[in-house]
């Protein structure tokens, strides 16, 4: 079966992660359906990624810098659909205090994709695509949230969205997300090895089989998307109606 079509011609879209996994078949999925996608990645050269890049627009972001997020949040022009799904990854080289140092300045929105998202909101606020300015947050945002908020980072995930969501409805901005479990890469080792030995994990969800990164991806184009003008701080849990089944890619 294909994809279900959007038509994103003449949006722009950042799909922050957008070089490898979820980030990499979301940016993919708006390229096919129209849109001038701009993906951010840590390395200088997209020669440095194992996927090919040239389709679209290139920005080196570290979300751990707040000079590196206040560059891209200049530099990147219009944005219409902006997708956090960036994971959260700390420099090797920092001991506890640094990193503690990181999760704090995470709790406080000084780095981290909230800096972000908030550096965008007038240019989002500015979007005349159809349903207006949109901003859909992955599963990758539960990472950062976890480094500052420990096993509250699902609860604080959902309630981020939604209040966001709520306060800037005003400006014409919807803001939703997309929790993920049970998800792997189609066509990977690890895909084949859990169907085939994890009967009762798949037997949580109902349709008894692994999610895939195009079923995530789906449900942001969907929420990018014109059909979704009424949906904002909502998030659309993809698990095949699974409880409790918790891997994810």
């Known amino acids: 079966m294909g ?4 038509d994103f011609s003449g949006s722009r879209v950042l799909v922050t992660g957008g070089t490898s996994g979820l980030g990499l078949t979301i940016a993919q999925r708006f390229l096919r359906s129209g849109a001038h996608v701009i993906v951010t990645g840590r390395q200088t ?24 997020i206040a560059r891209v949040a200049e530099e990147v022009g219009p944005v219409d659909v902006l997708v956090n799904a960036a994971g959260a990854a700390l420099p090797r080289a920092l001991d506890v205090h640094e990193r503690e140092f ?23 606020g500015e979007s005349r695509q159809r349903g207006g300015g949109a901003v859909v947050n992955t599963q990758s945002l539960r990472q950062w949230f976890a480094l500052s908020h420990g096993a509250a980072a699902d609860t604080e995930m959902l309630d981020y969205t939604a209040r966001l969501g709520a306060a800037w409805g005003r400006d014409g901005i919807r803001v939703n997300g997309v929790s993920s479990t049970v998800v792997t890469p189609r066509q990977s080792q690890l895909r084949v090895s859990i169907e085939r030995h994890s009967g009762p994990l798949l037997t949580r969800t109902r349709q008894e089989r692994t999610g895939t990164l ?19 701080g909502q998030t659309i849990v993809v698990n095949g109606g699974g409880a409790g089944a918790r891997l994810g890619y």
């Open 45 to 68: 050269l997209t020669g440095s990624y194992d996927a090919p890049l040239a389709a679209f627009e290139y920005l080196r972001l570290e979300l751990t810098d707040h000079d590196s």
């Open 214 to 232: 195009q079923d995530v991806s789906s449900s942001v184009l969907f929420l990018a998307s014109s059909g979704a003008a009424f949906v904002t």
């Open 3 to 6: 994809d279900l079509a959007y």
């Open 102 to 124: 990181v999760a704090h300045s995470i709790r406080l929105g000084l780095i981290g994709p909230g800096q972000l998202t908030r550096r965008l909101r007038y240019r989002l």
